[in-house]
């Protein structure tokens, strides 16, 4: 730096500062002319130049000092201004420069009492601040230069610099706290004012700091390390050498009276690691006085510490690398940076203020000296000296050890240590040479000996030209220079120290692991501080998180030894017990501390727990440790929480490692994303979790050991998924060598986890001895032979597991985590709550009945039910005889880890052995199955007994947590064996959950007091989850006897919340699941179901679930007879006949359905009679309540929940189908449903004009079917009948549809009322509809323009009635309900097979529209008289055509044919004629009278012309006259002002038009006349020649009748037959239209033809067989059971695809889609099922179409003899949104599944969870099915039933094409519906309006370019 100030100097002249140096040597100047000169010099020269210089003239320039600084020193003391104060500056730069330039002089003690003498003066204590702190600067310049030659008054100096610090009655003045004057003298005797010393510059009113022994302190300190690089040695070596010699003197002395308690023998290289004890901050007060000395402790930790910082910028960098995890208000964070404290006033300057030149304040002096920065050398000479040195090593460590022991009043001082080490620990790439190993660093030449210090002062001063590597920036140097630099030799260092070890190499390398147990246990006191301060308490707190980041870290980021571990964990068990030791209980709250820590340190010492198995082996004795600890404060519901979090990262670990799940990922979620991401159409992958979570709470769960290059040097690179198990995603599939378990004591057949070192490949798995791949069955087998004593001989003495079991895993790589690792690692801060505590582990083979469990010898079995009280303790338990023992203890799970290589070789034993764990007693680190294993067992039961648990709130939360973890399991299970393309079944999994592990405990809980009520219920709820399921291997029968006796005294207490928990969780599953005798228990469950519904809670009782279980033991009374079962409050067993079951499930399901009050359970009560009802009458028993259960059926109708009104009018539709048995049974019971559903469906029919809801709206439609399903199953003769003072039932019917056509009035409703109100007593039901008030729900929701669904449905249903009753079944079966006759048909002339526009162009085809709801098309055909018989006309005479008639209506499309009939057979053809010619013949010879006689003369005509004043009248009128023009005339003569020309009569004939001449006129005038004269002239010529043949001519013929011709009209008999059908009448106008002729019109027609006239659903039937979990599996069966085939049969009637007329649901008929289908139809519905056997699926093309038929059908019936449910999924559509599953059971009945969507409410008969026996099934099933596709129908948008689809067609057609015509138009078409072609002349009186309407006919057609217009203008006739 002088250096560079030099560039910018002022220089003087050359010749000027030779002269200047001239003067300095010239004795004959005064003293000031020489030290100005000297000042000159010294402002020109450089160091070495000054250096020299000082050399050569030292004693000239001492002279010029000393003289002149006597003269300032007279100075000041008469006057101290601001001129003598800069000249003291400027003498005491030169001191300062004579100090610095001449150390090698002053060493040899020259000038020694001078320059002491004048120290003296410069330290004396009434001198101010400035001139003190400039003393002891100098005053160590030359102490350190004097080195081992400083006097023992030197080293009394040393100690006195500081007042306030030391010992003596000096520090008394030094302080400043004696008296003035003589008594000062007297008093104090100390070395610095002893004699005639006075002070130089007293500080009189100078204001001194706070804290004076801490001023000074802090200068002392900063002045040893500034001064050192100041001094100019020849040998630059000597500045080291004099820091040491001044660190010696400040270590012997100031530290120890800093640090009193400072341990001498404290060795960081053989560290003393006893655990710390509890403080008392009362011990510690002692330790804080007095205060000044207090305070200086802090500013020596500082000033350490920050010569062991390894980065700059550390408080950044460790907040980086150290994650503050605690969460929430706990959060540990880093507030604290040690080192900007550096800031403070701190005394003292770099240098003088002399030697720039420049005069600064004190305080700007203060600040500017602590710019650590600018250090750069003394930095370095400093650490060289800290850390080079075993001994120094050990005071950095013994001083930050002496801070963790400070009280709270120093928390500074232990902030500042914690980060310290914090930056070692983060800086692993850098760290301090002591964290080294040994081995680490090679060891170096030694340099040369030297003997004595006088070696190396007198050494060549060549060093000063030798390149100097040093770092010139302004950062701290990082110790990596020191690290790397030389190791000292023993001569060397023993020349400083007392550290010379007799010549050998001292290495300074402790190892990082020393470090760590030094800092965790020393660490530890920070916790172990008792206090009651609030203040210092949240100082407190904040340290220890502090504390435990530092743990996390080191626990999650560095590799420690097993010593490090367990001090770790023992440090830890000591903290948790010192801080967390006092549970609170009662009314005794925690602590502020314990509130604030209890979270982080239970989560650090879980995981640290875990981490360190992971790591090492963790003994026995520390789990016992640990097991005491925590199951001590389980009253802390902290623990309980971290439990539950740990137990939730632990399950997941397992999920991953034993079962090879990702529960983040499971494979029933993939199929369920892709699922949706095929709905959405995207193709791009689901996206994973890839955030790499670095925190400690999300990262002890990872694969990967800690990064360090120790470990990762020696890890094993895992290949990740080469093998994963089924469902867990992997590509490949594991083999079946890998699924094996192994014998004890044998290499264990497992998966691979470590490759061979020399082949990155997997090893093969070796059986025992013989060298061949191990035999599945084999090993089973022998595994079965084995007994416990052959294991125990096959074993070493040092082996001791309890049983050694094989498992299959992924393999994983150890170094990288991988994704599905980041989201197992997952332990936040949830409120979470659990815990058991078991003694091993059960891993049930489930293709075996044998399970195999690994059990403890010494304490029972956890899944044992002999024990009532489980020992968790046990499992962790290690007796201290087996601490060398390999595995961990004898009561882990011993899982050995074989491998596999594909180049087949055979690896050692030893190499299978190292693929264990390190729990196991192998070498691998990480996760692997068997750690996982062991450690979530043990983890498990760390609580301890968890029914120990005082608190029954932490009691509840960790039965919490055990459900959770149950579901988990269960999870687990049901993704084991899935497959992920849906392709193929997998293999039953090898292992399985072991769900039944909690069973001890929670049997136990079930006997503590009621204080722990809510725990015994979720233990209760527990237990029926676990047992009440299907299980891979049947349950013990000790369990199960436990459990029923649980059951048993569960409901005989008679507690209605525990009877909730046992009714909701066991439900109707517990008699379908297949457990031992569970029939015993139905009284027991009656009693119970019965409890749950008399009571008046209606939300926390499970009322859906108690008639659910009830409801579905509807049919054992029938399938089962007497049953032995257990009575109810005590344990005997009797005998319960069937009727007497029968008698107690029917009166419960009678009574809840007439006043259950919540809807589900209502229907659900509605839906067990409706089976009921089916059952009897199919077993035809015939149940006294039958009829009593039709009337609560029929009293639903009119519930409040519509719901429920729908499920009874479902029911008692179904029971239609049994009208002959229930007329056998009771005669009157149909007649009687039909007027009651009539009745009521009549009371909710709204008022005219009303309108009501949506849902109204459906119920009543389902009525209104209802009653016709009825009326068309009942005889004829009984709707017929009537009595005398009521209507015939079908009366009602009709009236009923004709009010839902047009309304109720207030009368008629009123009415209504009245009679529903007789036939019902509302007084046995609840919450049903008032009758006094609207019934209805006059909300309405139908949009506008939106048709009546119940008009619509009442039309369809009139119609229907008319005609379908007594006539369905039609004579073409069941499958046809319309006529298929087409208008083309039987037109040979049309050679079409459609409807096509060439009909349009016949002339014997009308369309016409009656009534604008029926279409009608007439057709003229030939009569069929050529047949044999005759036809339907046989033997009469007809017309030689007929008219046919087709009729479209609502209800579909009839055909008629009519012929006209002329005689009977005995009339012969043609008699009439032959009869009259014959009378003719006879008067032929006679003279026929003329028929004309005329006069021999015409009478004249007379020429009378009336008066122009006559009048002329009709009947006065003359033939000749002209009435017009004597009416013009009159008018003119008697009103002359009319006339429009006056004086021209009105009369006067009209001028000749205009182009016609007037000869014109007289020649036709003339022609007329010529014609009448020649006629004239004609008739008198030949009026007399009677035998002539003009007479004859002119006489009449005789009349004969008219010979028999066929008609020539095409149209005649049609045209007829409307005549006379009166539809031509003038009244039917407004009646009967024509329908306008256009290719729409045929498209509207094709639409209503092949519109269905009847409800119509498809249904898929899906056989699944054994073992049978794809979709490819599963549709590949041609074949089934026998069971299977039954049910199908009775679903329906098979039919043949290719011939079938009915509904086909999609199924073609070419055999594509197979021959038969199960075919069902009444007269208002169809259905047909499509049967995946039923269909080939022989190839692709036949699968696909296969699984299109079934995927696209929105119900589905599967039969499941699988033994897993059936999931929703196997088969994969969008559809599918109803599955009804049917599960044989053993005892030959069957348990009913509802699966539906959650948007599909609730459809009945079935109900989930019913049983059946085999002869209701079918009848049930199809039911069910039938009513779910009409709910699901329902929900669609814009759904239209069939009836609404086809009237809205039908108003289209009318809408549209109706030709609205005039009469004459009419009738034109009626009479010809197309013209001749013959016909050209063009009829010019048509009418205008129907030239309009062929006009808009050619334009409609035109304006279509594919539609042409087959209709002609009309012709006229020739």
């Known amino acids: 730096m002088s250096s560079v100030l030099d560039m910018f100097r002022t220089r003087t002249k050359e010749g000027e500062l030779k002269k200047s140096v001239l003067k300095v040597s010239d004795p004959k100047k005064d003293a000031l002319t020489r030290f100005k000169h000297l000042r000159i010099v010294l402002d020109n020269y450089s160091k070495l130049e000054a250096k020299d210089f000082f050399e050569a003239n030292y004693s000239h320039i001492y002279f010029i000092f000393n003289d002149n600084f006597s003269n300032v020193e007279a100075d000041l003391k008469q006057r101290a201004n601001r001129a003598h104060r800069e000249d003291l500056d400027a003498i005491l730069f030169v001191f300062e420069k004579i100090l610095t330039l001449l150390p090698e002089l002053i060493h040899k003690r020259w000038m020694f009492h001078s320059i002491g003498r004048i120290l003296k003066k410069l330290l004396h204590p009434g001198n101010g601040l400035k001139i003190r702190k400039d003393g002891i600067r100098l005053f160590l310049l030359w102490y350190q230069i004097l080195n081992e030659n400083a006097s023992e008054e030197c080293h009394e100096i040393f100690l006195q610099l500081v007042p306030g610090l030391g010992k003596g009655i000096h520090q008394e003045v030094l302080y400043g706290k004696s008296q003035s004057g003589a008594e000062s003298k007297e008093s104090c005797s100390g070395i610095i004012i002893s004699g005639d010393i006075t002070p130089i510059l007293p500080g009189s009113g100078e204001k001194l700091p706070d804290n004076i022994t801490k001023h000074y302190f802090d200068a002392l300190i900063y002045y040893m390390v500034s001064e050192v690089i100041k001094v100019e040695w020849k040998n630059k070596r000597m500045r080291e050498t004099c820091f040491v010699f001044l660190f010696d003197n400040f270590k012997s002395s100031y530290l120890m009276w800093l640090l009193p308690t400072f341990d001498k023998a404290g060795d960081i290289y053989n560290p003393r690691l006893d655990l710390p004890e509890s403080r008392q901050v009362s011990e510690l007060e002692s330790h804080d006085m007095p205060g000044n000395v207090s305070d200086c402790r802090y500013s020596f930790i500082k000033w350490l510490a920050h010569f062991v910082f390894i980065s700059k910028q550390h408080d950044k960098a460790i907040e980086n690398q150290v994650p503050e995890t605690v969460g929430s208000e706990e959060d540990i964070t880093e507030t604290d940076q040690p080192m900007a404290a550096a800031a403070e006033n701190m005394p003292g300057s770099n240098a003088s203020t002399l030697s720039t030149g420049s005069h600064h304040s004190e305080l700007d002096s203060m600040t500017s000296s602590l710019c650590y920065e600018e250090w750069v050398d003394e930095n370095d000479i400093v650490r060289s000296v800290l850390l080079t040195s075993r001994e120094n090593i050990n005071i950095i460590h013994e001083s930050f050890r002496q801070a963790f022991l400070f009280s709270l009043n120093q928390s500074k001082s232990i902030k500042t240590v914690i980060s310290v080490y914090k930056d070692w620990f983060q800086h692993a790439d850098q760290k301090p040479i002591f964290m080294q190993e040994p081995s680490d660093i090679g060891l170096g030449h030694a340099p040369d000996h030297h003997s004595s210090l006088s070696d190396i002062l007198e050494e060549d001063s060549s060093d000063e030209s030798a390149p100097q590597t040093k770092d010139l920036s302004k950062s701290l140097p990082s110790l990596d220079s020191i690290n790397n630099s030389r190791i000292r030799n023993a001569s060397y260092l023993g020349a400083i120290g007392d550290l010379a070890d007799g010549g050998r190499l001292n290495d300074v390398r402790a190892g990082i692991q020393k470090v760590l147990q030094v800092f965790i246990v020393n660490s530890a006191n920070v916790f172990l501080l008792q206090t009651d301060d609030e203040s210092a308490m949240s100082e407190q707190v904040d340290l220890c998180k502090k504390v435990i980041n530092i743990y996390r870290y080191l626990v999650m980021n560095i590799n420690m030894e097993q010593k490090t571990w367990e001090k770790m964990l023992q440090v830890l068990l000591c903290i948790t017990t010192g801080v967390l030791g006092d549970v609170p209980i009662f009314n005794r709250k925690p602590t502020d501390l314990q509130k604030r820590l209890a979270t982080p340190i239970f989560q650090t010492i879980i995981v640290t727990w875990i981490r360190a198995n992971l790591c090492v082996f963790v003994s026995g004795q520390l789990w016992d440790q640990f097991l005491g600890v925590l199951s001590s404060l389980s009253g802390w519901p902290e623990l309980i929480r971290q439990w539950a979090n740990t137990m939730d990262t632990l399950t997941r670990v397992l999920a991953k490692q034993v079962y090879g799940l990702d529960l983040t990922d499971l494979p029933l979620q993939r199929l369920t994303e892709q699922k949706e991401k095929r709905r959405r159409g995207k193709s791009q992958e689901i996206p994973r979790n890839k955030s790499n979570d670095k925190s400690f709470s999300r990262s002890w769960s990872k694969n990967e050991p800690p990064n360090d290059k120790a470990f990762t040097s020696n890890a094993v690179p895992f290949e990740r998924g080469k093998y994963k198990s089924d469902g867990a995603g992997g590509s490949k599939s594991r083999p079946d060598l890998n699924k094996q378990r192994s014998l004890s004591g044998e290499p264990s057949p497992s998966h691979s986890r470590q490759p061979s070192n020399a082949s990155d490949s997997a090893l093969y798995i070796r059986s025992n001895s013989d060298g061949n791949l191990a035999d599945p069955k084999d090993l089973v087998e022998r595994l079965k032979g084995v007994t416990s004593e052959e294991m125990r001989e096959k074993h070493d003495s040092t082996v001791i597991p309890a049983c050694t079991v094989s498992i299959s895993s992924t393999s994983e790589n150890i170094d990288s985590p991988a994704p599905e690792d980041l989201e197992v690692a997952k332990l936040s801060m949830r409120d979470l709550q659990s815990d058991p505590d078991v003694d091993s582990i059960s891993f049930e083979h489930s293709e075996q009945d044998t399970s195999y469990r690994c059990t403890d010898s010494r304490s029972p079995s956890p899944t044992s039910i002999h024990s009532r009280s489980p020992s968790p303790i046990s499992e962790l338990t290690v007796h201290p005889q087996q601490k060398d023992c390999p595995t961990p203890d004898r009561d882990s799970l011993h899982i050995e880890m074989a491998a596999t290589t594909t180049d087949g070789g055979i690896e050692t034993k030893e190499c299978i052995n190292d693929m264990r764990s390190v729990l196991a007693g192998g070498s691998v680190q990480g996760w692997l199955p068997d750690n996982a294993v062991v450690l979530w067992k043990r983890m498990l039961g760390i609580l301890g007994d968890v029914n120990q648990i005082m608190d029954p709130e932490n009691h509840v939360m960790v039965y919490e947590e055990l459900s959770k973890i149950l579901d988990t399991l269960h999870k687990i299970r049901n993704n084991l064996g899935v497959t992920e393309d849906n392709t193929f079944s997998p293999p039953p999994p090898d292992f399985i959950p072991p769900t039944t592990i909690f069973t001890p405990w929670e049997f136990e809980c079930l006997s503590l007091p009621d204080d722990y009520k809510r725990g015994k219920l979720l233990a209760y709820q527990l237990l029926c989850q676990t047992v009440v399921k299907r299980h891979d291997v049947p349950l013990s029968t000790e369990l199960l006897s436990q459990f029923y006796m649980c059951l048993h005294t569960g409901i005989g207490t008679r507690d209605q919340e525990i009877i909730n928990v046992l009714v909701k969780h066991c439900g109707p599953r517990f008699f379908s699941t297949p457990l031992q005798s569970s029939t015993l228990l139905l009284k027991n469950f009656i009693q119970a179901v019965e409890i749950v519904l008399s009571s008046s809670d209606l939300r926390q009782t499970p009322r859906s679930e108690a008639l659910s279980l009830i409801g579905s033991l509807m049919c054992f009374p029938n399938h089962y007879q007497d049953l032995q079962v257990l009575n109810v409050g005590e344990l005997s067993v009797e005998s319960l006949s069937s009727n007497t079951l029968k008698e107690c499930i029917i009166s419960q399901l009678l009574n809840s359905a007439k006043k259950e009050s919540a809807e589900t359970a209502r229907c659900i009560a509605l839906s067990s009679i409706g089976v009921y009802l089916y059952e009897e009458l199919c077993h035809q028993t015939l149940h006294s309540k039958l009829h009593e259960a039709v009337i609560v059926l029929l009293g639903n109708l009119r519930c409040k929940h519509k719901v429920a009104a729908k499920t009874a009018t479902a029911i008692l539709s179904m029971l239609c189908d049994h009208t002959d048995q229930l007329l056998n049974y009771h005669a009157a019971l149909p007649k009687h449903i039909i007027e009651v559903v009539t009745a009521t469906v009549s009371v909710l029919i709204p008022l005219t004009g009303i309108e009501v809801s949506q849902e109204e709206r459906k119920l009543i439609v389902a009525m209104l079917f209802c009653v016709v399903e009825w009326c068309m199953k009942m005889p004829i003769s009984l709707l017929l009948e009537t009595t005398d003072t009521d209507r015939s039932c079908v009366f009602k019917v009709f009236q009923v549809l004709d009010v839902a056509v047009k309304g109720h009035s207030t009368e008629s409703l009123s009415q209504a009322r009245q009679l529903l109100a007789g036939m019902i007593q509302d007084s046995d039901f609840a919450h049903l509809r008032e009758l006094h008030s609207p019934v209805g729900d006059y909300k309405s929701d139908r949009k506008s323009g939106e048709s009546d669904s119940i008009q619509c449905a009442a039309k369809l249903l009139i119609n229907h009635m008319v005609n379908h009753m007594c006539h369905f079944p039609m004579g073409s079966g069941a499958s046809r309900l319309s006529s298929s006759i087409q208008e083309h048909h039987d037109m040979e002339e049309l050679e079409v097979n459609d409807l096509k526009q060439e009909i349009f162009y016949s002339s014997n085809i009308q369309f016409f529209v009656q009534n604008k709801r029926t279409l009608v098309s007439f057709i003229e055909l030939p009569a069929l008289v050529d047949l044999p018989g005759g036809g339907v006309t046989a033997g009469l005479t007809t017309a030689r055509t007929v008219c046919r008639v087709l009729l479209r209506d609502l209800t579909g499309k009839y055909a008629w044919e009519s012929s006209m009939l002329y005689a009977p057979p005995w009339c012969q053809e043609g008699s009439s004629v032959k009869n009259a010619k014959a009378l003719l013949d006879l008067s032929s010879g006679s003279e026929l009278e003329p028929l004309l006689s005329h006069d021999e003369h015409d009478a004249p005509l007379t020429d009378t012309e009336r008066p122009s004043s006559m009048m002329p009248l009709y009947n006065l009128s003359l033939p000749h006259q002209d009435n017009l023009n004597d009416m013009l005339r009159y008018i003119g003569h008697t009103s002359p002002e009319c006339h429009l020309i006056p004086g021209e009569p009105l009369n006067l004939e009209a001028g000749t038009p205009e182009g016609f001449s007037t000869e014109s006129e007289e ?356």
């Open 1563 to 1918: 020649a036709i005038k003339g022609m007329v006349i010529h014609q009448k004269v020649n006629e004239l002239q004609y008739y008198s010529k030949h009026k007399m020649d009677q035998g002539s043949l003009g007479f004859q001519k002119m006489l009449a013929k005789p009349q004969v009748p008219c010979e028999g011709e066929e008609t020539t009209p095409p149209f005649q008999m049609c045209r007829m037959m409307l005549d006379q059908l009166g539809l031509l009448a003038w009244e039917q106008r407004c009646h009967f239209d024509l329908l306008r002729k256009s290719d729409k019109l045929l498209r509207e027609l094709k639409n209503l033809d092949n519109q269905k006239c009847r409800e119509t659903h498809k249904i898929a039937v899906i056989y699944v067989a054994e073992g049978q979990e794809d979709k490819n599996s599963i549709l590949s069966n041609c074949g089934a059971s026998k069971a299977f085939e039954d049910f199908v049969a009775g679903l329906g009637w098979e039919v043949d695809l290719e011939t079938h007329q009915g509904f086909l649901g999609g199924l073609q008929q070419n055999r594509t889609t197979g021959n038969t289908a199960p075919y069902y139809a009444t007269s208002l519905t169809e259905c047909i099922f499509h049967v995946s056997t039923r269909m080939p699926s022989g190839t692709d093309d036949a699968m696909h179409i296969k699984m299109r038929h079934l995927g696209n059908d929105e119900i589905h019936i599967i039969w499941s003899e699988h033994t897993r449910d059936y999931r929703r999924g196997i088969i994969p559509t969008e559809f599918g949104d109803v599955l009804i599953i049917i599960y044989p059971l053993p005892s030959g009945l069957y348990r009913i599944e509802i699966n539906k969507k959650a948007e599909v409410p609730y459809f009945g008969p079935l109900f989930d969870g019913a049983i059946l026996d085999r002869k209701v099934l079918p009848g049930l099933v199809r039911a069910t099915a039938i009513n779910a596709s009409r709910v699901k129908r329902s929900l669609l948008p814009f759904y239209h039933s069939f009836y609404e689809e086809r009237a809205k067609n039908f108003e289209t057609v009318i809408q549209q094409h109706v030709d609205f015509t005039m009469f004459e138009d009419f009738a034109a078409n009626v009479f010809a519906p197309v013209l001749p072609q013959n016909a050209t002349i063009m009829d010019q009186s048509q009418d205008l309006s129907f030239t309009a309407s062929m006009t808009s006919v050619d334009q409609s057609q035109s304006s279509a370019v594919d539609q042409v217009s087959p209709a002609m203008p009309r012709q006229s006739r020739a």
